[in-house]
């Protein structure tokens, strides 16, 4: 099958809203939908809400366990137009923490991968994600969050 790509990041956002609301209506988790299409749980949600394309025979599988048709399948597949927050600061008390995260460690991150590796930048696309509930020592809960990307150095040309 030829590969196509999504130019209408409606599109692939009216079938994210119709997936969540099967996931929904149905009582699925994430990981039961990456089981099904057989990839990563991180990969998957991405691909869910948008971000992705997943091969024909997990976007079969997905579709086919959220109940959505061959219309839902093909879309799945195609590469989407990428970013899922509109501009300016995120307001979603969740993604927001990212981002203070982000503001107040993202010139250490740069000052210690540019130390570490040199001129270059952490790839998005050779990329893997992974999320973890852990015990806190000190009580409740904490989140383990590794963001694992390749290391692409910039090339003088």
């Avoid at 099958?1 to 599109?11: E, I, Y």
């Avoid at 210690?112 to 009580?139: R, T």
Wanted: glycine share 8%; charged share 20%; proline share 6%.
């Amino acid at each position: 099958m030829t590969t196509h790509a999504q130019f209408d990041p409606q599109a692939r956002r009216q079938l994210a809203i119709a997936a969540v609301e099967a996931k929904t209506r149905k009582d699925l988790t994430w990981q039961q939908l990456a089981d099904a299409a057989g990839l990563s749980v991180a990969f998957v949600t991405a691909a869910v809400l948008g971000q992705h394309a997943l091969p024909a025979r997990s976007a079969e599988a997905v579709a086919g366990l959220l109940g959505l048709d061959d219309d839902a399948a093909l879309l799945l597949q195609t590469i989407p137009t990428r970013g899922s927050l509109p501009g300016g600061v995120p307001t979603d008390p969740t993604i927001y923490r990212f981002y203070e995260m982000l503001q107040v460690y993202g010139t250490t991150l740069k000052a210690l991968v540019h130390e570490q590796f040199g001129d270059g930048i952490i790839s998005a696309i050779n990329f893997k994600l992974d999320v973890k509930k852990v015990a806190d020592p000190e009580g409740g809960e904490r989140a383990v969050i590794t963001l694992d990307g390749k290391y692409l150095p910039t090339k003088p040309f």
